[in-house]
C-alpha cells in the first residue's frame, strides 16, 4: 500500500499551506491523501471526479470542497480537460478563537461537511467571484510577503470560512448540504457499509455478495472510483477510527484500541499507524491536536 503525505508540520507556528491554481492530472495528483490538517479546495477549470470519505463527486468549475482532518480523498482530473484548483490547507489551531458570538466556530462548515457527509458545495456566481478574490488575494499576500503577510493570510481565510459558514450551515443545523453524486448505488451502499463498522472482517467475497456483483467486477470498479482496493481502504478507515480514539480517550490502552479498531496484532497495528501517518500510535496519542 503506497501512501502519499503532504509534509505538514504539527508544531508549526503557523500551520497554514496554500496551492494556487495548480494544474493538476493524474501524474502530479497525490494518491490516496489523508492528512490531519483540513482542506479547501476550489476548482478554476476543467473537469473530473474526486472521491472523498464514501462519495464520488463530479469536479468542475466553481465547485468546492471541504475536506475535514483525516478524511480519505483522491481526485481524479480528466485526461482530456485536466482541472486546475487552489487547495487551502490548515489545522484546527489555526482559527480557534475565544466565542465571542454563541457558538460561532470558523470550523463551523467543516463541522457540517463532516456530520452529514456532504462535501462539495456550489457557490452560485456571485458567491463564486468573491471566494476567488479571497483566494487571488492570499495568493498576493503570500508572493509579495509585505510586513504582517502571514496575518493578511489569517484574516483571508477566517473570511472564507465566515462565508462558506454562513452559506452552507442553515440556522440550528437544520438540513445538509445537497450536492449531486456519482457512481452505481451498490458502490454507496458498501462505502456506507464499511464506514459504519471498519473493525469487522470484510473480505472481497462478503461485500461483493452483498452489492451482488461478482469479486472481480466489485474490486475493478471499487478500486477505478476509489483509487484504492478494498483491503488498503478498509485498513485507512481502522486508522482514522484509531487516531480519533487515541485523540479523545486518554485512559485507553494503545493495545485496546488496537483491537477496537479491528487489528489482530499490536505489531500489525503499530506497522500500519506509522505506515500511513508518518509517526507511531504512542507519538500521536501524546501530540495530537484537540479536536
Known sequence: MKFARKPFEAGSAFPFDYDYRQRKNMKTELPDHLHDWHEIVYVHEGKGTFFIDQTLYDMRSGSLFLIPGNTIHQAFPDPEEPVTTTAVFFSTSL??????????????????????????????????????????????????????????????????????????????????????VIGPPWIRDILRHIDEQPEASLPLTSLAERASVTPAHFS?????????????????????????????ESDSGIREIAERCGFETLPHFHRMFKKLTGTTPAAYKKSAPPH
Open 95 to 180: 482559527v480557534q478563537v475565544p466565542q465571542l458570538d454563541g457558538q460561532f466556530s470558523y470550523l463551523s462548515c467543516l463541522q457540517h461537511a463532516k456530520k452529514y457527509k456532504s462535501y462539495k458545495y456550489e457557490p452560485p456566481a456571485s458567491e463564486q467571484s468573491a471566494m476567488e478574490q479571497l483566494l487571488d488575494d492570499m495568493a498576493l499576500e503570500r508572493k509579495q510577503e509585505q510586513q504582517g503577510y502571514r496575518q493578511a493570510m489569517l484574516l483571508l481565510l477566517e473570511r472564507l470560512l465566515l462565508q462558506l459558514g454562513r452559506s452552507i450551515v442553515p440556522p440550528g443545523e437544520a438540513g445538509a448540504a445537497s450536492a449531486a
Open 220 to 248: 475493478r470498479v471499487f478500486k477505478q472510483l476509489t483509487g484504492m482496493n478494498v483491503t488498503d481502504y478498509v485498513t485507512t478507515k481502522r486508522i482514522i477510527r484509531a487516531k480519533e480514539l487515541l485523540r479523545a
